[in-house]
């Protein structure tokens, strides 16, 4: 289980958590994801998967299990990671704190290329996910400020008629 804080808005960091499509901006080891059910994402919706494990690559289908929105969302996780992936978020003020549990049982090729890891290190690669989707939000939030604070209220021109014509 790792906990950690990620210092913006729940909305923010919630919505990187619950779309698969977005995983590759904070999470290094994620490849490729491709939705394969039709229509918006909903519990049940299934995404295609590749994940790099070192010079490894680990196919596999990720089933969304459950959604409340800005609050909890459940991944399930094919072999070879045989998973379960929860991460709850929590508001507290202008922070999110992220409670991610990770259960599951290696299998096949993954069994040897990660199983080997001790929890240590495996809770420290899992808690720089976090850390990456921080200076992800962080960056998008100071890019959104630059942008409001150059943004001039667009005032229209006056339209002039002269001989027929018209000058803006």
């Given at each position: 289980m790792v906990h950690a804080t990620v210092?913006?808005?729940?909305?923010?960091?919630?919505?990187?958590l619950a779309d698969p499509m977005r995983w590759h901006s904070f999470a290094p080891a994620v490849a490729f994801r491709r939705q394969i059910d039709p229509g918006p994402p909903r519990v049940g919706t299934r995404w295609m998967a590749t994940d790099r494990i070192g010079p490894f690559r680990a196919h596999f289908i990720d089933q969304l299990e459950h959604l409340d929105e800005n609050s909890r969302v459940v991944w399930l996780s094919s072999a070879p990671w045989n998973s379960r992936v929860e991460y709850a978020c929590e508001a507290s003020g202008d922070q999110t704190l992220?409670?991610?549990d990770y259960v599951g049982v290696l299998s096949g090729a993954l069994r040897w290329q990660a199983g080997w890891l001790p929890?240590?290190?495996?809770?420290?690669i899992l808690a720089q996910d976090f850390r990456r989707l921080d200076r992800l939000l962080t960056i998008e939030a100071r890019a959104a400020e630059r942008w409001r604070r150059h943004e001039t209220p667009a005032t229209p021109a006056p339209v002039v008629r002269r001989a027929g014509l018209f000058r803006l």
């Open positions: 210092g913006h808005p729940v909305e923010a960091v919630f919505r990187y992220v409670r991610a929890g240590w290190a495996t809770h420290w």
